[in-house]
């Protein structure tokens, strides 16, 4: 699993997106583009791993034989309005996937992304990574959920393009990803973690 956006893996040096494309599709490792710097992407904790799998079979379950379908962070995301390639803890891409290039491994269009907070991508995943993020036409949604105490924070477009943030600080509460209209308990997505 992904997680934290590191130091340049290519010393600073500006690459073109087609040689970071045909060096990721070799890579053994994951690494982010953007506009001419690769960055190397660290593993992720226990605890994050634990999380991704409550949350992810829950969004499978719930959407199974609907129109909308979640992925792992093994699918790239594209946002060719600013160079970023990324690849999300998971996203959920609802109607036919639009792929960038013949290859089909890199995906455009998702509708709900969200990111998984470890104390290392904290400040990106909520700063200038959901910057970068809003530049996706097709963004309905983007939900942090942190991995290091009982923390929800949920974006959503509004009709006329801003953004309005709920939280959840609770094991007790719930919240609704609208763009699939399904309901999630925060005591599902955190069960087996403990927070000391």
Not at 90 to 97: F, K, P, V
Not at 98 to 115: H, L, Y
Not at 162 to 191: A, P
């Amino acid at each position: 699993m992904k997680n934290k956006v590191e130091e340049p893996a290519l010393n600073y040096k500006f690459v073109p997106q087609e040689d970071y494309l045909e060096s990721e599709r070799e890579a053994l490792e994951k690494h982010e583009y953007y506009q001419g710097e690769v960055f190397a992407m660290s593993g992720a904790s226990a605890k994050h791993n634990r999380i991704f799998t409550n949350l992810f079979v829950d969004i499978g379950s719930k959407l199974k034989g609907r129109g909308c379908i979640p992925y792992s962070n093994d699918l790239r995301i594209h946002i060719p309005k600013n160079t970023l390639y990324t690849y999300p803890d998971i996203s959920i891409i609802c109607g036919e996937m639009e792929f960038t290039d013949d290859k089909f491994d890199t995906a455009a269009n998702p509708s709900v992304i969200i990111e998984i907070l470890s104390n290392s991508t904290r400040n990106y995943d909520m700063g200038e990574k959901f910057t970068l993020y809003r530049d996706i036409d097709t963004l309905q949604e983007y939900i942090l959920i942190d991995s290091e105490k009982v923390y929800v924070e949920k974006h959503i477009r509004n009709a006329d393009n801003s953004w309005q943030l709920t939280d959840h600080r609770s094991i007790e509460n719930s919240f609704i990803i609208s763009t699939i209209n399904q309901h999630f308990l925060l005591k599902d997505i955190y069960e087996g973690i403990s927070f000391e």
